[in-house]
């Protein structure tokens, strides 16, 4: 609650251990002489996965592999090709 009258700054408390961790495995292979087939594998835990959850919640299973290149896409080019919800 926004106390406007005695404005202050608050200590939050520290994010729990293992709360909101990201573990990535990525796999490259050189294709020919010059392309690089990269294929990413993205876990999320915790606070991170309930959020990327909460992304597809209102989608059908079919849906989620066209989806997620729009979440990806704000931060990096991305194709998506296989979507395993946990």
Known sequence: MQDLKEPKLVSLP???????NV?????????GQQDLLVKETVTLHGYYGSWMRGNF???E????LQH????????QSA?????KPA
Do not use: K
């Not at 520290?14 to 909101?20: F, K, M, R, V, Y």
């Not at 299973?61 to 989620?64: A, E, L, M, N, R």
């Open 23 to 31: 573990e990535t495995q990525r796999v490259i292979t050189l294709v």
């Open 57 to 59: 919640a209102a989608d």
């Open 79 to 83: 194709q998506v090709e296989e979507f």
């Open 68 to 75: 997620m290149p729009r979440i990806i896409e704000e931060h």
């Open 14 to 20: 520290s994010i729990p251990e293992g709360s909101a």
């Open 61 to 64: 299973p079919s849906q989620c």
